[in-house]
């Protein structure tokens, strides 16, 4: 492979109102997109990591694409796997950064070869992907739809009210994801779960802090029959190996911004499967980018759970479009790459 360009360009998008969670509020992301160039043709990648959730933060990530660009400058020609090797070596302590070079290289290899970054990956990737629905999204209600609900503080009767007003929202068919960031100790956790063990609860997530210990998650399990999935804890397949020895944990949130190369990915899901356990591809609240390459490892690696990835209706606008969905599901076409045609910066 040739490569005839690397461009780095900033980006910036505004939400359409202050997004919180029980951890922070923010108003805009800001993240950067690179452009890798071969043949005259273009593959794109997304890194935007999310300050006081990814291990890097804007600036660095920045700093660490330009490192990738510097050190194959002047290359006359270099295969795919070396590219592959150099962004792992520049995404050290980096995922965003490895993220973002794999998802331009894959996506212009891709190209390269005519089909889409899922077939290239996998053959007999998946033909659509189901999504979740979030609070306040305008939808008519399905019969079996998924609804993710962000707990906004640590107030149970506040909580209680929120989720019989989300599930009055979407007249009882809905299953709700309840998203509590690590916002609750052990003891309130547990009267949290036994005061919603009558609603329609498909997991909750991250109920107790990053920094808990596993005893503890193991010891909310036995005290209810929701399922229990892990976020912000699982960055790599160490994290999944230790839930899954302390038998702590029934699904895991996969998050490519924070994880960083796709093989990683891959090896992540495996361990996850063979062991019978749930997961999901979700968004940190990135581009259509990176949520467009997000859809293309869902495919390619065969989720059969809802994904969290259809955030784009928090922003005002993006930079590139993302497909339409009906009745939760993304049906995939066979673009080249990650199916981008423009990117508007």
């Keep these: ?33 690179i452009e890798i160039v071969s043949d005259g043709i273009s593959g794109y990648g997304d890194a935007c990591p999310l300050d006081g959730f990814s291990l890097e933060g804007h600036s660095q990530s920045g700093y660490g ?5 510097l050190s194959i400058t002047d290359c006359n020609e270099i295969d795919l796997e070396e590219l592959l090797m150099l962004s792992e070596a520049h995404g050290e302590l980096q995922p965003s950064v490895e993220f973002a070079i794999q998802s331009a290289l894959y996506d212009l290899a891709s190209k390269l070869e005519g089909i889409s970054m899922r077939k290239y990956l ?8 189901k999504i979740n629905y979030y609070s306040n999204s305008s939808i008519n209600p399905f019969q079996g739809m998924v609804v993710k609900i962000k707990i906004q503080n640590t107030n149970l009767f506040k ?30 956790a547990i009267r949290l779960c036994k005061m919603i063990e009558n609603k329609p609860i498909d997991y909750i997530e991250q109920p107790l802090p990053v920094d808990s210990s596993m005893e503890d998650m193991y010891e909310l399990g036995l ?30 949130i996969l998050k490519p911004m924070t994880i960083g190369g796709i ?26 980018v ?17 994904c ?13 479009q993302f497909p339409s969905i009906s009745n939760g599901i993304i049906n995939m076409n066979d673009l080249n790459g990650i199916g981008i045609d423009e990117i508007y910066l």
């Design 223 to 252: 005290h209810t029959d929701i399922p229990i999935a892990v976020d912000e804890s699982v960055n790599d397949i160490d994290s999944i190996s230790k839930f899954l020895d302390k038998q702590c944990a029934d699904v895991f």
């Design 263 to 288: 093989s990683k990915i891959k090896n992540m899901i495996k361990l996850i499967e063979e062991n019978s356990k749930r997961f999901n591809i979700s968004s940190l609240l990135e581009s259509n």
């Design 159 to 188: 909580q209680l009210d929120l989720i019989d007003k989300v599930n009055d929202k979407f007249q009882g068919m809905a299953k709700l994801r309840l998203d509590l960031n690590g916002a609750y100790d052990l003891p309130r």
């Design 65 to 69: 694409l330009e490192g990738f660009k």
């Design 290 to 306: 990176g949520r467009l390459c997000y859809l293309q490892i869902a495919s390619a690696f065969n989720s059969i759970e809802e």
């Design 1 to 33: 492979m040739i490569i005839e360009k690397i461009s780095i360009k900033p980006y910036q998008l505004i939400f359409k109102e202050e997004y919180r969670n029980s951890q922070f509020s923010i108003t805009k992301r800001d993240g950067w997109i």
């Design 122 to 129: 996998n053959p007999n990737a998946k033909d659509h992907i």
């Design 308 to 320: 969290g990835i259809a955030t784009n209706l928090f922003f005002k606008e993006d930079i590139c």
